[in-house]
């Protein structure tokens, strides 16, 4: 355990930033994982539907700092691929 004071705030500031950093990416796990329900069901409207909303959380997540840019962009590519490939 830390002794100075700054590094107490370390410990506490970290643990705050850990506490967001997971709570933003259990939001871009579950907007991902419905696009991948709704492309498994080839429910197309849906998929576009839920697609909105995982792109818009995990461009929010970038901008934050939670995932790398290019990470992102990754994502959201094949993200949009499986549902254009939706017959």
């Known amino acids: 355990m830390a002794n100075i004071k700054s590094a107490k705030k370390r410990i506490l500031v970290n643990r705050t930033k850990a506490d967001r950093n997971k709570s933003i990416k259990s939001a871009v796990k579950t907007a991902i994982k419905k696009v991948d329900v709704a492309v498994a069901n080839k429910d197309k409207e849906a998929a576009a539907a839920a697609l909105t909303g995982a792109t818009k959380a995990m461009s929010m997540a970038a901008s934050?700092?939670?995932?790398?840019?290019?990470?992102?962009?990754?994502?959201?590519?094949?993200?949009?691929?499986?549902?254009?490939?939706?017959a």
């Open 64 to 86: 934050k700092g939670v995932y790398h840019k290019n990470t992102v962009s990754r994502k959201i590519s094949r993200l949009s691929k499986a549902v254009s490939e939706i």
